[in-house]
């Protein structure tokens, strides 16, 4: 049972470039979560998704996009990278926010 | 605005202490309130949930709603209990989107 499966689990990246951040899940959980992660200021919510077809903003959504194709598959898309967005990037799913999420183990993205 | 807040940034007790890791929360409705464990290099992980009254691993946390908190306490603090801990609220509804506090590093010296 693998769970939520993050990759890549690093990168760096150069200021305006692109790439994809990519999270599966194999629970058949409806609802998935994009997060990131900075030092000292918690974890933040940058999009999320209560089933496949639905997105919506969370707290940090500007520089990114998602989609959700499927119900176990939930990109996260940075277009024109900068410095701001280097974090670690964490992908969790639930099946319903009362019983807790499941989280991936984190993409370190950096950008120079 | 609903917020949680971790007042520490780091406690640091010696083993066999006890240890209270403290969360305070504002939200307008019923809270459904968590504790998430990050231990090194490892994922973050659910630790408890106010609703099932658990204890996991000697924590425990009881909600207080008068005092809006949501302590996370263990009698007797071993080594490995040392990392990450985030407290953290669920917006109750349709998303059910979780709100983290920044998070309090618990390190337990021999």
């Known amino acids: 049972n693998a769970g939520v499966t993050q990759t890549p689990k690093f990168r760096i990246l150069k200021i305006g470039q692109s790439m994809t951040l990519q999270c599966t899940q194999d629970m058949n959980h409806n609802y998935m979560y994009w997060y990131r992660q900075d030092p000292g200021m918690g974890l933040k919510l940058i999009y999320y998704?209560?089933?496949?077809?639905?997105?919506d903003k969370g707290e940090v959504p500007n520089g990114y996009n998602v989609s959700r194709s499927t119900t176990e598959d939930f990109p996260l898309r940075l277009e024109l990278a900068a410095p701001s967005q280097t974090s670690v990037y964490f992908c969790?799913?639930?099946?319903?926010?009362?019983?807790?999420?499941?989280f991936g183990s984190g993409t370190r993205l950096t950008v120079v | 605005a609903q917020r949680v807040t971790q007042p520490e940034k780091l406690l640091s007790v010696f083993k066999g202490a006890p240890v209270e890791l403290k969360c305070n929360y504002s939200y307008s409705g019923s809270p459904e309130l968590f504790w998430y464990v990050q231990y090194s290099r490892q994922r973050l992980q659910l630790l408890l949930r106010h609703i099932s009254r658990e204890s996991i691993k000697g924590f425990t946390a009881d909600l207080n709603k008068g005092e809006t908190s949501f302590h996370l306490k263990k009698p007797f603090a071993q080594e490995e209990d040392s990392a990450m801990y985030y407290c953290?609220?669920?917006?109750?509804?349709?998303?059910?989107?979780?709100?983290f506090g920044t998070g309090t590093r618990l390190q337990v010296f021999p």
């Open positions: 998704s209560v089933g496949a077809g639905i997105t």
């Open positions: 969790a799913s639930s099946y319903t926010g009362g019983y807790g999420y499941t």
């Open positions: 953290a609220l669920s917006e109750k509804g349709n998303t059910d989107k979780l709100i």
